[in-house]
């Protein structure tokens, strides 16, 4: 999946041209069978006739076999690989993780109530997080889960004071702000010092002794997210050197961990990013590893499922004009803000392969009543009303970052294995957007 096909993306100042067969071959979800896209052996003609369009498609295989590369290449070390959830929260993949022994990292009560939904297991998961409330820390200590990623002196006390009042004895792990610049899209970067995450990195020996004083607080580990779509594993060595410091300096004081959370945050190829490979990634951290004799944590959740995925839309109008080209298709940006919110490019590939296509650089937009509405721009396609398309990498932040703008119901999402399709969430309906609001209007 990691791999890079040169030949595959040509980028100009015209736009972007990708050759749809040389592109798909970097891909283990996508293959061109008899010149008609297929995820996995499910041709895309029988996905739109059978569930319609927008619609979000997603490999079984492929989740299993990225959550495979990460079990597989720590194998030398004690480890714990926790999907982070957010990336893709629907329950079928939840629970296709959970049946493959994945530990989970969650941001809310929310997610532990849909981990738990899918047949986790409490105990294999780390809450993470800026903002937990007393009322998220009860829940989460009721629920019996592993442990706290913590980010504040603040959590820190919280924490205590909960788990005084039930009685438990809460495991935290303080989350370290090493100052590291991931080189990412400012929107998810998470390591510097005016990010909102973690506890600086000259403060957390203080705040490792202050909560080491807690009676119901349990010092387990140290934790380090520096940022999301990182395509090079040196910024993962330099925030690993600078915890590894803590982690000596805590030691000489009389504070020992069991394990050390590396975050997650490694990167994909959407158009021609040249991400690192998982197995190379972990052998350039494995002898560090090895050293601290530690458990790892590794919150792995964009390279689980972001290529696992497609969303599906339908040309409605095609607009050409002297200067610019528009097609505009039933998705939006309610269904994919990627491209909107952090100026995101992802591939879009036809799904039948035209022939003598007569080509020509689309903008690919939406109908929601907004310039900001795309999901892609200078696209070289040939296209007429009626053409699906698949946009790509779309598992990880596609329909979890999805709302209802333009009072728009969100997709339907499903999942392929092998040669077999099934619906994992149904389409929404206006009909249901307005019930919660009908039984609440007041009668004039």
């Known amino acids: 999946m990691n791999s890079t096909n040169s030949t595959s993306v040509i980028s100009s100042d015209e736009g972007i041209q990708i050759q749809p067969q040389a592109f798909v071959a970097n891909l283990s979800t996508l293959s061109y069978q008899q010149d008609i896209l ?9 996905l739109v006739q059978t ?6 498609v997603y490999s079984k295989q492929a989740i299993l076999g990225a959550y495979q590369d990460y079990d597989d290449s720590f194998a030398a070390i004690d480890h714990q690989i926790c999907y982070s959830v957010k990336a893709n929260s629907n329950l079928s993949v939840l629970q296709i993780l959970v049946q493959a022994g994945a530990s989970f990292d969650i941001v809310s009560v929310g997610e532990l109530q849909r ?69 990412t899209h400012p929107y998810i970067s998470t390591g510097l010092r005016n990010n909102k995450f973690g506890i600086a990195h000259e403060d957390a020996v203080a705040v490792y002794q202050q909560a080491a004083e807690y009676t119901h607080i349990q010092i387990v580990g140290i934790d380090c997210h520096i940022g999301s779509q990182l395509t090079k594993v040196e910024p993962f060595i330099a925030a690993l050197d600078k915890v590894i410091e803590l982690i000596d300096a805590l030691q000489q004081i ?31 951290l494995l002898p560090k590893l090895q050293a601290l004799k530690l458990k790892v944590f590794l919150e792995p959740g964009r390279s689980i499922v972001a290529n696992a995925g497609v969303l599906l839309t339908k040309v409605d109008v095609l607009k050409p004009s002297e200067h610019k080209n528009f097609a505009v298709v039933d998705a939006a940006m309610n269904d994919l803000i990627r491209p909107a919110l952090y100026q995101a490019q992802m591939a879009v590939l036809p799904t039948v392969l035209p022939d003598n296509a007569k080509a ?29 398309l698949a946009i790509t990498g779309a598992g990880a932040y596609g329909f979890v970052m999805s709302s209802n703008y333009n009072t728009r119901p969100r997709a339907a999402e499903v999942m392929v294995s ?25 009668l004039h």
């Not at 050390?260 to 190379?280: M, Q, S």
């Open 360 to 388: 020509k650089y689309w903008d690919i937009v939406g109908a929601v009543c907004e310039t900001g509405d795309f999901l892609a721009k200078q696209r070289h396609l040939s296209l007429i009303e009626g053409d699906i």
């Open 418 to 442: 092998e040669d077999t399709h099934k619906l994992i969430r149904v389409r929404e309906t206006v009909e249901q957007l307005l019930d919660n609001e009908k039984s609440l209007l007041s």
């Open 254 to 284: 009389g504070i020992s961990l069991q394990h050390i959370d590396l975050g997650g945050g490694l990167g994909v190829r959407y158009i021609d990013e040249t991400p690192v490979k998982i197995a190379d990634f972990a052998a350039a």
């Open 51 to 56: 569930y319609g369009t927008p619609l979000y």
């Open 38 to 46: 297929c995820i996995e052996d499910v041709d895309v003609d029988s």
């Open 115 to 183: 981990v738990l939904a899918a047949g986790g297991d409490a105990s294999k998961v780390v809450y993470s997080g800026v903002g937990k409330t007393q009322a998220d820390i009860k829940a989460a200590l009721e629920a019996g889960i592993g442990c706290f990623n913590v980010e504040s002196v603040t959590e820190i006390e919280r924490i205590q004071q909960v788990a005084k009042q039930l009685d438990k004895v809460a495991h935290i792990s303080v989350r370290v702000n090493p100052n590291v610049d991931a080189g």
